[in-house]
């Protein structure tokens, strides 16, 4: 082995040992701001740290320190839960989303200065860069049919402005932070990979805690209720990724544990479907000999949550609520496909799903009254109304004045969002842009990438339309893709072709 090859070698080591170290320190960070959110965000404290957490973002921006105060509002914004554990009301909870100036929240204002800042950095070429961007071309074509749409229902069919304008808010929030993290240099976007990994990972340890602490709000027996919490069973991907650079593997299993250990106590309906996505995923995405160990870590995976289920259920520790979703699981399995040929089957599932299930149906049958709805979509604040298959009343599922006046707005998910916003041919486009997602996580080998990919298709797939906080997140993921593996990629690769010309020891 020739000496540069060594040298080459040598660095690898260190690059890794560095690495892992600096994402250990960014999941502390992470692990604080969990708990804080979970503690005293629900005191005044939390309302002067948000204050504080704006006031220095503000002036790192200012001091041109871009990356810092990047990092900075995305892992108080993102590891804060986005609303109170007590879902039906957030008084007294302080969060970048519950703290509001001026009419708008915090993340919001700063996001907007944030990217606003970023883009006035640019130069003349990278502008035209980010102009030219696919993912901008894709997104403002979305938008123009979104609010062309809208707008034109609003005049014409009578929909509120209102709702309208409210409905645009997601998207441009997902825009900026897109924009904030291309803006940033190549290292800037690798720390930003592992600042939303890190997000997520925390995410379970935050949640027992709040169990641990006897923490629990309103009419739900919940713990936590972090709109990211959803993609907590992500984590178990983790164990088909490939290359393991900058997290050490005690790490993912720590992860693991913890969020087998959160399932047991607050499993929501879409931790279901999502982890079978997951698992799903990661066999599909093995290649060659891999497979076979995939395949058996999906089953151990399985098999590891079906004992620790079935211990906690045997203890007694299993709460209502679990066994609730559990329950509701069975009756969407059992009478969801007869559904599917008659919607009257529909009331026989249990309630949360049964929402989901009529809104598509009645969603269908809205439409069908109109070609060009049901082509196209009713755009931004396009409603549907029960007409058809009245919905059983769930306080909770919809506003009251939604309740109150029969027509719907806003949807649960994804599949019924594009449907009702989009129709048919946006229900195609979206299916391909899963299929590229799809394509795209298998591409990677990289464990933050793999990752942030993974969550970028479930929260396309199932979490389209749900809150700020998954847009940020999402927003931000699709940002950093197409960022090197390693960061002296290009030099390790020089550093190659002069050893290989060299004569070796």
Not at 184 to 193: E, F
Not at 289 to 295: T, Y
Not at 460 to 485: H, K, R, T, W
């Amino acid at each position: 082995m020739s000496t540069v090859a060594r040298a080459v070698r040598h660095e690898t080591t260190e690059e890794d040992a560095s690495s892992r170290r600096s994402f250990v320190t960014v999941l502390v960070c992470s692990l604080l701001i969990s708990v804080f959110g979970e503690t005293l965000a629900y005191t005044r404290a939390g309302l002067w740290g948000v204050i504080l957490v704006s006031i220095v973002v503000t002036g790192l921006l200012l001091a041109k320190k871009r990356l810092l105060a990047t990092c900075l509002l995305f892992s108080v914004a993102l590891n804060v839960s986005e609303y109170s554990r007590d879902i039906l009301s957030n008084t007294g909870f302080y969060s970048m989303r519950t703290v509001v100036f001026m009419g708008n929240c915090l993340a919001n204002w700063l996001l907007i200065l944030t990217a606003g800042v970023c883009i006035l950095t640019l130069g003349r070429r990278k502008m035209k860069l980010l102009l030219a961007n696919g993912f901008i071309r894709f997104w403002s074509f979305g938008m123009l049919w979104f609010v062309a749409v809208g707008a034109a229902n609003c005049v014409w069919a009578g929909n509120p402005w209102s709702y309208f304008l409210a409905e645009l808010v997601l998207p441009v929030i997902l825009l900026l932070s897109y924009v904030i993290v291309w803006c940033q240099p190549v290292a800037g976007r690798r720390w930003m990979a592992t600042v939303l990994m890190t997000v997520v990972l925390a995410r379970p340890f935050a949640t027992v805690l709040a169990h641990l602490l006897h923490f629990h709000g309103g009419v739900f027996e919940i713990a936590t209720y972090a709109p990211l919490s959803f993609f907590g069973v992500a984590i178990f991907g983790l164990l088909f990724a490939g290359k393991q650079h900058a997290m050490p593997r005690w790490i993912v299993w720590s992860c693991v544990l913890a969020e087998l250990y959160v399932l047991t106590f607050q499993l929501a309906g879409k931790d279901f479907f999502t982890l079978a996505i997951v698992i799903l995923l990661g066999v599909v995405g093995a290649r060659g000999w891999q497979s076979a160990i995939k395949v058996a870590g999906a089953l151990a995976v399985v098999v590891l949550l079906i004992l620790m289920f079935a211990f906690a259920f045997s203890q007694g520790r299993v709460s209502s609520f679990a066994s609730e979703k559990v329950d509701q699981a069975l009756s969407l399995l059992i009478d969801g496909p007869k559904a599917i040929f008659d919607p009257e089957w529909a009331y026989a599932i249990s309630a949360s799903p049964q929402v989901r299930v009529l809104e598509f149906t009645n969603i269908v049958r809205d439409l069908a009254q109109s070609p060009l709805d049901l082509l196209f979509g009713r755009g931004a604040g396009g409603s549907f109304s029960d007409w058809r298959y009245p919905f059983v009343f769930v306080g909770s599922a919809f506003s009251a004045t939604q309740w109150e006046t029969g027509r719907f707005y806003a949807v649960h998910e994804s599949l019924n969002v594009v449907l009702l916003k989009f129709g048919v041919a946006g229900l195609i486009g979206w299916v391909v842009v899963v299929l590229r997602l799809i394509r795209r996580l298998r591409a990677q080998s990289e464990s933050r990438q793999y990752f942030l990919a993974l969550c970028t298709v479930l929260g396309v797939l199932i979490m389209l339309n749900y809150s700020g906080q998954i847009q940020m997140f999402m927003g931000a993921a699709l940002g950093l893709a197409g960022i090197p593996d390693r960061p002296l990629v290009a030099s390790h690769l020089g550093a190659r072709a002069t050893a290989s010309a060299l004569p070796s020891d």
